[in-house]
């Protein structure tokens, strides 16, 4: 009787991607209560950590496991966001496959490098959803500068939690034994 042995590491960070979704949606309910003064009507602030998403599977994992962490997060967006469904899936896996391409040419362990592909990830994802969903505003002109600050903060939040969101990740692969780049299991 052979024992079949399953490949987890996808899993592992579409938990991790969870729980950072769950936090940020914790942070923008939050940030409900605060209102930006200049502006005249109601306006809070709305994080967007996209790119943040997809920075630790494109970098670490082998190319199918971080896809299918990758996929399955842009469905986790799509179902919560007020997107067309398949956006986020379609955005994410483009910047994952953009990465996986480039990958082998950087240092992809070090934390600063993944806080600069998070940071361009997250900017490209963002202007590429502003750009697609601003004709349905009323006021397209007005929105643009709400978008403006809401980028500054989003950008600001991932420069802070990346180095914290790749570790965790990366201690949660030593907490199982498992390697994030072959998935064999490691002794300790």
């Known amino acids: 009787m052979t024992v079949r042995h399953y490949d987890l590491r ?5 938990g991790a991607n969870l729980v950072l979704w769950w936090l940020v949606g914790l942070a923008n309910h939050s940030l409900t209560a605060f209102s930006i003064p200049f502006f ?3 306006a809070t602030i709305h994080l967007y950590v996209g790119g943040l998403f997809v920075t630790y599977g ?3 994992l082998d190319s199918l496991h971080g896809f299918t962490a990758t996929i399955c997060t842009g469905l986790l967006v799509d179902a919560a966001e007020p997107v067309p ?9 483009l910047v994952h496959a953009f990465l996986v391409y480039g990958r082998s040419r950087f240092p992809r362990e070090e934390l600063v490098f993944g806080t600069v592909v998070a940071l361009i990830s997250n900017l490209f994802i963002f202007l590429v959803l502003s750009i697609m969903l601003i004709g349905d505003n009323p006021r397209p002109g007005d929105a643009w500068l ?3 600050v809401d980028l500054l903060a989003s950008q600001l939040v991932v420069g802070i939690i990346t180095p914290w969101f790749l570790s965790l990740q990366a201690q949660a692969h030593v907490l199982v034994r498992i390697n994030p780049e072959t998935g064999r299991k490691v002794m300790l």
């Open 40 to 42: 005249t009507d109601h």
């Open 10 to 14: 996808w899993l592992i960070v579409f």
């Open 146 to 148: 709400r978008l403006f």
């Open 58 to 60: 494109a970098l670490r």
């Open 85 to 93: 469904f398949g956006t986020s899936l379609v955005l994410f896996g």
